[in-house]
């Protein structure tokens, strides 16, 4: 896997190129053994957790792309309960979320990258 | 407390809904029912419809085990022979005996049969029961024509049963007009014209001296003035009261008939009660279902003591449609009460007239008449009802509705205004029902039983209820959701006619902000049903739910189930083990689904598309069993082999199947042909069903089986093959431009007002003149198909987002499965927990 830049506990990390996302989807990237769902809703790119935590299965990639009340949203494809894309709150429980993570555009606007803080 | 006998005399509609509404109440009886006939209460309002495809279950009014459920003891085929009034003892035909406290006669009445010599031969009828309806058909497949006696409301809707029967009909009249109770003679001119252009002959102003033998036929009818000639003779010259029992007990009877009861319905012996059509009220019979239920729920409450409601009479306002000819008559309709006066529309090219007649005030409505549209009839009730004051000018209310028609608002009906008068449900009442949480129809008919009888206040409840809702503030937001301001239809309706094809422009068009779960799926269908363009492609592909999304059905752990298309459930040895073959090389569940077809689970994203190669290299094709689309066309073998078979339901099954595979539509959508009518594909189940008859096909719609059980209703009959696949051509179109989101075609009936007629109306007849579009868009949806699996498999763009990542070609490890019976299966949650303690071990 390429690595970008690294800080002291900070790296880039490449994930795929623009067009591998066609706008108003997600796909599903692995990342340090992670899996992540990467979305590019057309007006951003967002990054969450792929594992719903309500099905157990890594899903949410496959979830459908909206907004509720502005917020910007994932609904999970198995039971359909909604995660923000900019923090991985569960919107219908207060105590569930998801990882999300900050993603950048590089290159022209080709590649995605994605920031993961080593622990 | 000891119990009292109650016994009831006659178990027609009254007597059925006394008990039912004896059985909603505490009550101190022990009930005792005499029924004559073979078989408990059925609806005699609607029993033409034996004759266009109900069968008798259909028409029973009598909830299974009712009986059995409310410890009443129920006498089949035995009717009460004589009452001992002095010894309280009833004497069954059967020889039963019962000791009574009370009895309740509800024993209806009799057809009239005029004494005209000959009126006895073999092959004369008369129309009342369904045995009467047994016999009439039994008899009319020896015959050619049949004639009516009798033009009153029931004589037409015998003739209607003869001409269903196939039947050259007549009806003869001795007035000089049809319906002489309900109409004036211009109403029955208009009437007689338009049932005369459907093929039935009237002859007005017939007396009818003897029947005697025909040159031609069985009978011969001799008039004063000439003769007729027919095979089968229906008497329908009106109705009798059934008082012979209450004669012979020394009970008090009318001049002529009828037995004698007060306001509280009791008759000269007080612990002797009489309703329905053998009760003489104030020198009046009630010869209509409406005001026999309001007996009967005032009988209820009156036995248990609960009120002292007395009977006032009741309206004999009633609308109908006779052999498809659209018939009202409100109150004084002959225009008898003294200064009234008349004002008359008349359209003699469409067949319209109505009649109003109002007070010499011209302030209040005292009746009218209506022939061949009835649209204003809901509301010219109310005004009669409620002494409304009536617009400037009352005409104003009859004429065709232009601009600035005066309406009745519900809102102006006060909450005693009674909307359905045939099961006295008010105003007030309806607001409660929905008050308390029924706020669609269906409910609010199932709470009610409001609308549920006759029908015909259909609309009625429906403004009630939407202006409840709106008044009360209960949201009825019907807003498909946050991001577009309008219902489905509304969007359907937007996206056919500007020809939108992308959820942005309909977005930028007509909605706000970035759309959702619920509008995006929904604009899919949509454009789906509309252009049918591949769902897979990068503009739509965004929209697609979980399941059309991959082209498969999403399961618990994030693999797929994958269902080939097998129309009609055939399906070769060859392509069976082409079936194994895939499933056992992915190592895939296998199980037979209820719609004859074969699923196989637990197929990774990844997989998919070479399982779909190897199915459609060998023929197969997708089977939508992912898409709010058509799912499956069940059938039984049919008549290739089946001894009893007869027409073949398998190759019927097989078109129906691949015309409409595909088609994506508000819900899914099934269908089955049966080839006989033991109807072994259980279509009567399904939103389509087909069953094979002698002739051609009977068209059912609108089943549902799953959570809530709907039979589905008999649309149309012995119908040809063009004409089976236009009808279901229309009736699917016309389901996706006006259904609501998710809602299956059952759901969508019940809410639909005006009910099967009004949906026949507009498929069969073309009513709103949209036939041939719907035929049209149908069409263009049949030749666009394409397989969504082949499609994708060809298309290296669309195949890039089955990579399970996109950086990385490994599976998702994280997929594993336990095994069970020979199959793999997901792990249960403990099993799972076990595994992943394992895998820490080993790591």
């Known amino acids: 896997m390429l690595i970008l830049e690294r800080s002291t506990n900070t790296t880039w990390h490449d994930v795929c190129a623009m067009d591998d996302i066609i706008v108003g989807t997600g796909v599903a990237a692995r990342l340090n053994g992670e899996q992540l769902a990467v979305f590019n809703t057309g007006s951003g790119v967002f990054a969450i957790g792929n594992f719903d935590p309500f099905s157990g299965a890594n899903v949410l990639a496959r979830g459908l792309l909206g907004d509720i009340a502005g917020v910007l949203v994932v609904a999970s494809p198995v039971y359909k309960q909604h995660f923000c894309l900019k923090t991985g709150q569960c919107l219908e429980d207060p105590e569930i979320s998801v990882p999300a993570y900050e993603t950048r555009i590089c290159d022209q606007s080709k590649r995605i990258q994605i920031r993961v803080d080593s622990v | ?316 306002s009633t609308k109908l449609k006779l052999m498809g000819v659209e018939v009202g008559s409100i109150g004084d309709a002959q225009a008898r009460s003294p200064g009234a006066r008349t004002c008359v529309y008349e359209d003699g090219v469409k067949g319209v007239y109505k009649k109003l007649i109002v007070s010499d005030d011209c302030k209040t409505l005292l009746g009218a008449v209506l022939v061949g549209d009835t649209s204003d009839y809901d509301s010219l009730l109310q005004y009669m ?101 309008c219902t489905r239809q509304g969007l359907y309706h937007l996206v056919r006619i500007n020809k939108i094809r992308t959820f942005d422009e309909l977005l930028q068009q007509h909605g706000k902000g970035h759309g ?12 789906a049903s509309c252009w049918n363009d591949f769902v897979l492609d990068p503009k739509l592909v965004g929209l697609q739910d979980t399941n059309d999304n991959f082209l498969a059905n999403l399961q618990k752990d994030g693999s797929y189930s994958v269902v080939p298309r097998i129309p009609g459930g055939e399906i070769t040895p060859q392509k069976l083990e082409v079936l194994a073959k895939v499933a056992q090389q992915y190592d895939l569940y296998t199980k037979i689904t209820g719609g004859q077809r074969i699923d196989l689970f637990g197929a990774r994203v990844d997989q998919l598309p070479m399982i779909w190669r190897d199915l459609v290299d060998a023929g197969f094709e997708s089977g939508h069993a992912y898409g709010k689309a058509l799912r499956t066309v069940k059938s039984c073998v049919g008549s290739s082999w089946c001894r009893y078979g007869v027409q073949d339901s398998v190759g019927m099954a097989i078109y129906v199947e691949e015309r409409y595979r595909g088609l994506r539509s508000p819900h899914k959508l099934k269908m089955a042909v049966s080839g006989c009518t033991r109807e072994c594909a259980e279509a009567q189940s399904k939103d389509v069903g087909i069953i094979a008859t002698e002739k051609g096909w009977n068209l ?115 997929i594993v499965y336990v095994r069970e019976r020979g199959q793999k299966r997901p792990p249960r949650a403990e099993e799972k927990a076990l595994a992943s303690i394992e895998h820490e071990e080993l790591v």
């Not at chain 2, 309806?133 to 209607?160: F, H, P, Q, S, Y």
């Not at chain 2, 403004?463 to 949201?475: F, H, P, T």
Request: proline fraction near 4%; include cysteine; glycine fraction near 8%.
């Open chain 2, 1 to 316: 407390m000891k119990k009292l006998q109650l016994l009831i005399v006659g178990n027609g509609m009254v007597g059925q809904r006394l008990l039912e509404d004896l059985s909603r109440m505490p009550h101190v009886y022990n009930i005792t029912v005499f029924c004559e006939e073979s078989r408990a209460a059925y609806d005699r309002v609607h029993l033409s419809s034996y004759f266009s495809g109900a069968s008798a279950d259909e028409l029973s009014l009598v909830a299974p085990e009712f009986f059995e459920q409310n410890d009443i003891r129920f006498l089949r085929e035995e009717a009460v022979q004589s009452i001992d009034c002095l010894r309280k003892t009833a004497f069954g035909t059967r020889g039963t005996i019962i000791k009574y406290d009370t009895l309740v006669l509800a024993t209806g009445s009799y057809p009239y049969v005029p004494p005209i010599p000959g009126h006895d031969r073999v092959g004369c009828h008369v129309y009342r029961t369904l045995d009467d309806l047994d016999a009439i058909r039994r008899d009319a497949a020896n015959c050619r024509t049949g004639v009516v006696i009798g033009g009153g409301l029931l004589g037409l809707e015998a003739a209607k049963a003869l001409s269903d029967l196939g039947l050259q009909t007549h009806v003869v009249e001795f007035a000089p007009q049809l319906m002489a109770v309900q109409l004036d003679q211009q109403g029955g001119a208009i009437l007689r014209n338009k049932i005369t252009a459907l093929g039935v002959q009237v002859h007005n102003g017939k007396s009818t001296q003897k029947i005697i033998d025909g040159d031609q036929s069985r009978h011969k009818l001799v008039f004063a003035d000439g003769e007729l000639e027919a095979d089968l003779i229906l008497f329908s010259a009106g109705i009798r009261p059934r008082d012979a029992l209450a004669r012979d007990a020394g009970l008090a009877v009318g001049e002529r008939g009828g037995v004698i009861v007060n306001d509280y319905f009791q008759t000269s012996d007080p612990d002797i009660y009489a309703i329905g059509e053998v009760a003489l009220w104030q020198n009046k019979i009630f010869g209509l279902v409406a005001p026999g239920y309001d007996m009967a729920r005032k009988l209820a409450a009156h036995l248990c003591q609960q009120s002292g409601e007395a009977f006032t009479g009741a309206d004999m």
């Open chain 2, 385 to 485: 009802l409620n002494a409304l004051p009536l617009p400037e000018s009352p005409s104003s209310l009859i004429l065709p509705s232009l601009e600035g028609k005066p309406m009745l608002g519900v809102d102006a009906l006060p909450g005693t205004a009674q909307i359905c008068s045939c099961n006295n449900v008010s105003k007030a009442g309806l607001c409660q029902a929905i008050t308390s949480g029924c706020t669609t129809i269906g409910a609010l008919k199932k709470e009610t039983r409001a609308a549920s009888t006759c029908g015909g206040c259909a609309s009625l409840v429906k403004q009630v209820l939407e202006s409840e809702l709106k008044r009360q503030g209960i949201a009825v937001n019907d807003h498909i959701c946050e991001h577009f301001a």
């Open chain 2, 516 to 527: 959702c779960e619920i509008c995006k799926p929904a604009a899919a269908s949509i454009f």
């Open chain 2, 700 to 814: 059912y719609v609108c089943g549902n089986g799953g959570m809530r059980p709907r039979h589905a209703e008999l649309f149309a009959s012995d119908l040809d093959d063009a004409t089976l696949i236009r009808y279901i051509d229309r009736f699917l179109m016309f389901y996706i431009a006006t259904a609501d989101r998710l809602q299956r075609t059952s759901v969508w009936r019940d809410n639909m007002v005006g009910g099967l007629s009004y949906l026949q109306d507009v498929v069969i007849n073309d009513s709103l003149g949209l036939a041939s579009e719907l035929e049209a868009q149908m069409q263009s949806l049949v030749d666009t198909y394409v397989c969504e699996w082949k499609r994708t498999i060809e298309d290296p763009e669309a195949l890039k987002r089955f990579r399970p990542f996109v950086n990385d070609d490994l599976p998702d490890e994280q």
